[in-house]
C-alpha cells in the first residue's frame, strides 16, 4: 500500500446511481434514469475495500437519488465496517420514517437534505410539486430516528433573495449545519443560464450570507461555504470558520485530486465529484485499481504545483494577476472549467468583484455556445466589462439586488436598520476596496 496515498486521507463523493425521483434546473449530471453500466453489488463492495485501503477516511453517497439504488443501504453498512465515515446527500424526497430508521441502523453519520429557498422557488427549480414539503419531512423524520441533519442549498436569482427566510425554516427543525454552494452553468443548468448570478450581484450576496453566519453562530445554525463560494473579501474568515475563531479559515486551493476524488455510477473516478467527466476523468476502477488511478493518472494530478510558477501555469484573465493568484490558484476549478471550458479563471469571486465595483465597472457573463446534452456537460461563455451603473440585459426584475431580500417581518421588527443593511454594506465594501487599490474616483453601486 502507497503511504503517499495514505497520508492524503481523501474524502470520497460516490454517485452510487443516476436513477433520480426528481427533475431539477441545475442538475449537473442531468440525473433521472440510471447509467447504462453501473456497478453491480459486488463491484460496488470491492471498491469500498479499496477505499479503505487507500486512506480514504470519509464516503458521501450521491445520485441521482442514492436511496434508489436497491442496495444502497449494504453499501453504506460496509462503508462504515471498514472504519469509513459514511454520509448521505439526498433530494429528501421519500425518505419515510421507516427509511429513517434504516439509515440510522446502517450507521450513517449525518444526512444533508438538498432544499433551494421557499417552497414555490424550491419546486420550481426541482421540477416536482411538493418537493419542498417532502425534503422539510425527511428532515423531520431523520431527526426523529437520531440521524443528525444538515441542509444544503444552491445560490442563484430564485433561491439566494429568499435565504433569510429559509434560514429561519432551517432553525425551525433543528438543522445544524448549512452549506451554500453557488449554481453553476454545468448539465441542465448550462441550459438555464437565466438561473445564474452575475458576477457584480456577488457584492450583494456575500453581505447577505454574512449576516446569516453571524447570526448562525447565536443560533446553533453553521454556515459553510462551499468551495465555489468566496474568495479573500472582508466576510472570508467570517464564512470559512464554520463557527470557531480560526486564522486559517480562508481559501487555500483547489483540492481536486488532492483530499479529493469524484465517483461516478459506473466507477470512473474524477479528482472532485463535479468537474466535467470528458476533461477530468482518471481512469475506470473496472480496469485500474483505484490506487493506480489516483496516484498516476495524469487528469488526476491537476493540482500538484509544476514548473517554475508554482503551479499557477493554468490561470489566465483576472486571476493570473491577482495578488492571491499563488494561494487561490483560481479558486474552485469546477466553477471556471463550466464557465469557459478551461479552468484558471473564476468571475464567481467576492474579492475580484470588489476590485472591478472600485474601478467602476463590472464583469458580465454571456452563453457563447451551449452544452451538448450530456451527463457533466458545460457550454461556454464570453466575459465582458460594463460601466457599474449601466443598464443590465434580461429580466431586471430577477437580479439580486437588496431590495430583493426577503427578510422576516420578526427581524424587521428587531432592528429597524435591517433594510438598509446590505447596502450599507455593500458602499463601506467598495470604499474599502478603493482605499486600499489607492483609488479617489468616487463610484456608488447601483442596486
Known sequence: MSTQLR???????????????????HCGSRAGEARQDELSTAEA????????????????????????RKDWLEIAAEINRCGMICTLTTGGYGISA???RRIK???????????DGMEASHDAQRGKAGSWKFAFESLQHLRHAGVPITANSQANRLSAPEFPLFYEKLVEVGVGGWQIAMTVPMGNAADNSWLLLQPAELLVLHPMLAYLARRGRRE?????????VGYYGPYEKLLRSYGSDNDWAFWRGCKAGLALI???????????????????????????????????AEKMQINMSTGTEQGTDHMWGFCKSCEYAELCRGG??????????????????HYRSLVHAAHGIREDLRIKRNAFGLPFDNGEFEISEKALGAAWSGNEEQRLTPDR?????????????????????????????????GLTRKHKLAV
Not at 107 to 115: E, P, Q, Y
Request: charged share 20%; aromatic share 8%.
Open 7 to 25: 497520508q492524503r486521507r481523501t474524502y470520497a463523493v460516490w454517485e452510487i446511481t443516476l436513477k433520480c425521483n426528481l427533475a431539477c434546473q
Open 45 to 68: 463492495l470491492d471498491l469500498v475495500q479499496q477505499m479503505a485501503e487507500a486512506g480514504i477516511g470519509e464516503v458521501t453517497l450521491i445520485g441521482g437519488e442514492a436511496f434508489l
Open 98 to 100: 421507516e427509511l429513517a
Open 105 to 115: 441502523q446502517a450507521g450513517l453519520a449525518s444526512v444533508s437534505v438538498s432544499i
Open 220 to 228: 446553533g445554525l453553521i454556515m459553510q461555504p462551499g468551495n465555489n
Open 262 to 296: 469524484g465517483i461516478e455510477a459506473d466507477g470512473t473516478i474524477k479528482g472532485c465529484p463535479s468537474l466535467p467527466t470528458n476533461a477530468y476523468a482518471g481512469g475506470n476502477i473496472r480496469r485500474h485499481s483505484l490506487r493506480d488511478i489516483v496516484l498516476n
Open 332 to 349: 474552485c476549478s469546477w466553477t471556471s472549467h463550466v464557465f469557459f471550458d478551461k479552468r484558471g479563471n473564476n468571475p464567481y469571486c
Open 405 to 437: 431580500i426577503q427578510w422576516p417581518e420578526q427581524w424587521l421588527q428587531e432592528d429597524s436598520e435591517l433594510k438598509g443593511f446590505i447596502q450599507n454594506e455593500i458602499d463601506h465594501n467598495i470604499g474599502n476596496m478603493r482605499n486600499y487599490l
